[in-house]
């Protein structure tokens, strides 16, 4: 069982916007500005998509953004498109019990 | 550009140990802390801690203290996470990444390995 709750899975169609939720608790996602979420496709590595719960890194599109409301952070895909269609964890520091901890994933599916 | 190289898969016996080791490129080796994680198959991602690469301070996760070593070598770029008395649910692919940022742990993997197999399974 992850420390951090995502829903198992979310679609949407091309051109429509989604959002992905991560719930954590005090000790982390609302506790620290320190949610960074990562995009997996099937057989490759994770990619950081968003770090320090709204930052993007460079060469991330401007579709994916992140916000952060107490103990739940988000992640939104505007715009979809079919190379969205991935897996998606969230990641919350933790302090230094924990350190790290995180979502169970969510599957994204581009109808 | 970075780039993290990993060995190839591993299949080991319950109770063996296996080593795994990440050579990278790219950047100053020394700059940056390296974690390393995995992935159970069809499962989620899973932290065993990190390493400085410049002092070879570790921390390691509390599931995981006594029964991993992470190490590097500087004359090569390369770090090597060792995992002993394996059991088969030891087995997914064990990737190293690296923090974002120069000299500071923020916990954000900005550049990943393509990942290692390892197989348990006696």
């Known amino acids: 069982q992850s420390a951090l709750t995502q829903p198992p899975s979310a679609s949407g169609s091309p051109g429509q916007s989604v959002t992905i939720s991560c719930t954590g608790t005090?000790?982390?996602?609302?506790?620290?500005?320190?949610v960074s979420w990562y995009q997996q496709h099937p057989g490759k590595a994770p990619k950081l998509m968003i770090y320090?719960?709204?930052k993007r890194p460079s060469g991330v599109p401007d579709r994916f953004s992140g916000s952060k409301s107490g103990n739940t952070a988000s992640l939104t895909v505007s715009g979809l498109q079919a190379e969205d269609e991935a897996h998606y964890y969230c990641?919350?520091?933790?302090?230094?019990?924990?350190?790290?901890?995180f979502g169970g994933g969510t599957k994204l599916t581009v109808l | 550009q970075v780039q993290l190289v990993q060995s190839g898969p591993e299949v080991k016996k319950p109770g063996a140990s296996v080593k795994v080791s990440c050579k990278a490129s790219?950047?100053?080796?020394?700059?940056?802390?390296m974690h390393w994680l995995r992935q159970a198959p069809g499962q989620g991602l899973e932290w065993l801690g990190w390493?400085?690469?410049?002092?070879?301070?570790?921390i390691y996760a509390e599931k995981f203290q006594g029964r991993v070593i992470m190490t590097r070598d500087t004359s090569i770029t390369t770090l090597y996470m060792a995992l002993n008395r394996l059991r088969s649910d030891d087995t997914a692919v064990y990737y190293c990444?690296?923090?974002?940022?120069?000299?500071?742990?923020?916990?954000?993997?900005?550049?990943w390995g393509q990942g290692t197999l390892v197989t348990v399974s006696s």
């Open positions: 390493i400085n690469p410049n002092s070879g301070g570790t």
């Open positions: 320090e719960v709204t």
């Open positions: 790219g950047y100053t080796f020394i700059g940056y802390y």
């Open positions: 005090s000790s982390d996602v609302g506790g620290y500005n320190s």
């Open positions: 990641i919350s520091y933790a302090g230094t019990s924990s350190y790290v901890v």
């Open positions: 990444a690296r923090d974002q940022e120069w000299q500071h742990l923020l916990y954000y993997f900005d550049s």
